[in-house]
């Protein structure tokens, strides 16, 4: 293999996150360092939490056949509504916010009823659900907004100044706590890295240069540590990341170790052989929306936590954030649409966007202009990618 | 969710029903911001000028439609590759 056809293979494989690294050595430039200062890094992961996390649930219905969800922005704004509503006449704020996640997992298990068992195109179902759930949401409004005022539920959910997690070793200036997480962080992926390599190598299968292995485990590291010591120079982990950290690794986990995972991928490939050999995939899909409704619930808590409100505008083109970052984040033609990595490297990419264009001071307008350029130059390397590979 | 199976490789047809209906949605995506561009200059609630947004937002419209008959065409190549020749439709048939 010549060096020019590896160097391709290399480019090809980790596009996005080429794409992600030239994107904030780009805004660094131009926002003089600003976008790698600590308040902005945590701002970049306070401020695309609820994208995180749509864009995962939206992954597993995608997996399932290409199918979307368009409902999840309205089912945001509904189940904060909910919430927002039920905080202000004084319930409970752990009622509140079992109530929202109810609210999504029903709304979602309705539509997967119909998109399930009585075989409704889901675009349609979720589109008669976006148009429902927004206008429910104005009527309990009213158009109006209701305020978030438990200090409890913004701090544990992510808004407000001091939605982070104590520094238990009580560090002088920098947050010890934050940092011993990273490193913890860093000695697990390094432990099952080096566990898995001599896994593959002891049952003989085919397993990549021991070099470059070495070489992405301490590039991932590096980073990992850096975003850590910002993070950590600021005011520590910011309670939105947690949240993503948790939803990402239970979701990785259930595509890539789960039975359910394994069925989602098995109805995505071929649909008719999945039912012969016997998987009941109604049933997964019926899981896969309800799934994603319950995530839009999450979401919900995020985004009023963060916002210390609900509003009848609040998740408006959400779900074309999430579907964007799944697209852009699967846009390489080694990675297709099928992982969460890359999920999270297109909705990183997106919240870097947003983040540094907003440091700069750009317009809304102009910010529109940029999205839709990002989106057009990974339709265009789609294009390109398919013409190469036939 | 189609059951025509026995006409197609089902694995190589849901592929490409994926990838055509995602690559659909961004089509739409980039459409829709075309539009608001231009819908935004026209009420007058857009800070761009409006040479700037009406290029703008006819380039990512007209890209958008150019984008949408490129799946269109994908589409139909990956469904012609997908189908089965007829010996192996014929034993692909279900008994009865």
């Given amino acids: 293999?010549?060096?020019?056809?590896?160097?391709?293979n290399f480019v090809?494989?980790?596009?996005m996150i080429i794409a992600l690294v030239l994107v904030t050595g780009f805004f660094a430039w131009r926002t003089n360092g600003k976008i790698l200062m600590p308040q902005n890094i945590t701002n970049i992961i306070s401020q695309n939490a609820y994208v995180f996390v749509l864009a995962t649930g939206m992954l597993m219905c995608i997996l399932?056949?290409?199918n979307i969800d368009l409902s999840v922005g309205s089912v945001v704004c509904f189940a904060g509504t909910v919430g927002a509503v039920m905080m202000q006449k004084g319930m409970n704020m752990w009622l509140a916010v079992l109530a929202m996640l109810v609210v999504g997992l029903i709304i979602g298990a309705w539509q997967a009823?119909?998109?399930?068992y009585v075989k409704v195109p889901p675009f349609i179902t979720t589109l008669a659900g976006m148009l429902i759930f927004r206008g429910l949401s104005n009527v309990v409004l009213q158009g109006k907004t209701v305020s978030v005022t438990n200090a409890k539920f913004v701090q544990i959910f992510g808004g407000g100044a001091n939605c982070y997690v104590p520094d238990f070793f009580h560090g002088n200036g920098i947050n010890l706590f934050c940092?011993?997480?990273?490193?913890?962080?860093?000695?697990l992926f390094l432990f099952f890295t080096v566990r898995n390599y001599s896994a593959r190598k002891k049952a003989g299968l085919e397993a990549e240069a021991l070099y470059k292995v070495a070489i992405r485990a301490v590039i991932i590291v590096a980073v990992v540590m850096f975003f850590t010591l910002r993070l950590a120079q600021y005011k520590g982990l910011p309670m939105a990341l947690l949240w993503v950290v948790l939803v990402v690794l239970i979701y990785t986990y259930i595509t890539s170790k789960t039975t359910v995972g394994r069925y989602l991928y098995a109805i995505g490939g071929n649909e008719v052989a999945t039912r012969l050999s016997g998987i009941n995939t109604k049933?997964?899909?019926?899981?896969?929306?309800?799934?994603?409704?319950?995530?839009?619930?999450?979401?919900g808590i995020l985004t009023i936590a963060r916002l210390t409100s609900a509003q009848p505008t609040?998740?408006?083109?959400?779900?074309?954030?999430?579907?964007?970052s799944c697209f852009i984040g699967g846009a390489s033609a080694y990675g297709g649409v099928g992982t969460v990595p890359g999920v999270i490297i297109g909705a990183l990419l997106m919240g870097v966007i947003n983040i540094g264009m907003s440091i700069m001071g750009v317009d809304a307008n102009y910010q529109k202009v940029v999205k839709g350029l990002v989106l057009l130059a990974a339709v265009i390397f789609d294009v390109v990618s398919k013409k190469k590979n036939t | 969710m189609d059951d025509r199976a026995f006409e197609y490789d089902t694995a190589k047809r849901a592929k490409a029903n994926n990838l055509a209906a995602l690559r659909a949605l961004v089509a739409a995506y980039l459409a829709w911001l075309g539009f608001s561009l231009i819908r935004d200059c026209v009420r007058g609630a857009s800070t761009l000028s409006p040479a700037f947004a009406w290029t703008v937002g006819l380039v990512f419209i007209a890209a958008a439609l150019a984008f949408a008959f490129y799946i269109w065409r994908q589409w139909k190549r990956e469904l012609a590759a997908a189908r089965l020749p007829k010996s192996e439709a014929n034993e692909a048939e279900p008994e009865p």
């Fill in chain 1, 113 to 116: 009823f119909w998109i399930a």
């Fill in chain 1, 314 to 324: 609040y998740g408006q083109s959400y779900e074309m954030d999430a579907i964007g």
């Fill in chain 1, 179 to 187: 940092l011993f997480v990273g490193v913890l962080a860093c000695a």
């Fill in chain 1, 64 to 66: 399932t056949g290409g």
């Fill in chain 1, 1 to 8: 293999m010549t060096t020019k056809t590896k160097v391709l």
């Fill in chain 1, 12 to 15: 090809q494989k980790y596009t």
């Fill in chain 1, 283 to 299: 049933k997964i899909y019926f899981l896969a929306y309800s799934n994603m409704g319950l995530l839009a619930g999450l979401a």
